[in-house]
């Protein structure tokens, strides 16, 4: 009975954890484009990652590293041909059962990253950051990358603290009262 509480508790603490990150996500997001695509967006952060490794943050990292200079848009597309929010190429896209029209599905992309970035783990040996890095390529293409993910994780953690400070005072006072 014990170890189904304590993996209860697990799961319970991973899920608070995942909404918070949820919220964040929303903030940075609202940032870059509407408050009403960035609830949307963060929504998709959550639900893709739900029974995977990932937690949101990773695929909002990705995201606005790939897109946020184009206000993560649906319609982005590289210079390289890679297409959508997550930036995936059409022939990676493929390997993961997608066409590349599918690519302009929010959702759908989304999907699609989170199974590119699980290719990439396993290249990276299970090593997240490194398969971040492989998610863009090789070369000072993807060094760039993982310097600006780095940037946006330390932005997204600040506002994350920020708000839970703010949360853990406003359960201070709900509790006072």
Request: aromatic fraction near 8%.
């Amino acid at each position: 009975m014990a170890t189904e509480t304590s993996l209860l508790d697990t799961k319970s603490i991973s899920t608070i954890q995942r909404k918070k990150q949820q919220l964040i996500i929303e903030l940075a997001f609202a940032r870059k484009t509407t408050p009403e695509r960035a609830r949307y967006l963060a929504g998709i952060c959550y639900d893709k990652t739900v029974g995977t490794v990932f937690m949101p943050f990773d695929l909002a990292e990705i995201a606005l590293a790939e897109t946020g200079g184009h206000r993560l848009s649906a319609q982005a597309v590289s210079p390289m041909g890679a297409i959508g929010v997550w930036q995936l190429m059409p022939y990676r896209a493929k390997s993961h059962g997608y066409q590349p029209k599918d690519m302009k599905d929010d959702s759908k992309c989304a999907e699609a990253a989170v199974l590119e970035l699980y290719t990439k783990l396993g290249m990276a040996q299970g090593d997240l950051e490194r398969a971040k890095k492989y998610y863009c390529g090789q070369g000072p293409q993807a060094n760039a990358y993982i310097r600006k993910i780095r940037l946006i994780r330390r932005e997204m953690l600040a506002e994350f603290e920020k708000q839970g400070d703010k949360l853990a005072l406003a359960d201070i006072s709900t509790r006072i009262r």
